[in-house]
């Protein structure tokens, strides 16, 4: 007789995410979402899109982003617990290239994520858009980066 698999859960998913993260892996990261996850960006640039619904909207989003960042290593990372168990807030930095420049990036992030049933279903990811812009070069770089994102 064979066990039920336990779905992964918020730790997993933030875990495995970081995997392909730093695989490069970006249409693999976007798999992590269900058909119907959200992706929120608070603090987007008026030129950058502020949600993505579904998993293909995310696929979309990241497809090209190794063209324009590569990450290299997680330099922190702390995971607070939450009273629901299906979420959690994660706190990161990550370091790497920007492929364009080939000048050193580091952003830090905050993400609240929300899992069920194995999968991402919430994702808001806290990020500075004025650091990414200082970090790409300046403000048209990061919109070129948005643009081609928002029309994939």
Request: net charge negative.
């Amino acid at each position: 007789m064979t066990g039920a698999t336990v779905p992964r859960s918020a730790s997993d998913l933030v875990e495995e995410g970081l995997r392909r993260l730093l695989a490069k892996d970006m249409i693999g990261f976007a798999e992590l979402w269900a058909a119907g996850g959200v992706l929120e960006f608070p603090f987007a640039s008026a030129d950058s899109p502020a949600r993505l619904d579904g998993r293909d909207a995310v696929r979309d989003y990241l497809r090209d982003y190794n063209n324009y960042i590569a990450p290299e290593r997680i330099v922190a990372q702390e995971v607070h617990e939450t009273a629901d168990p299906g979420r959690i807030i994660v706190e990161f930095e990550i370091a790497g290239t920007i492929v364009a420049s080939g000048k050193p990036y580091s952003m830090r992030y905050i993400a609240v994520i929300t899992a069920k049933d194995g999968e991402i279903v919430h994702y808001r990811d806290y990020w500075s858009p004025l650091a990414a812009a200082e970090a790409m070069g300046g403000a048209e770089a990061l919109t070129s980066f948005a643009n081609s994102a928002a029309k994939a």
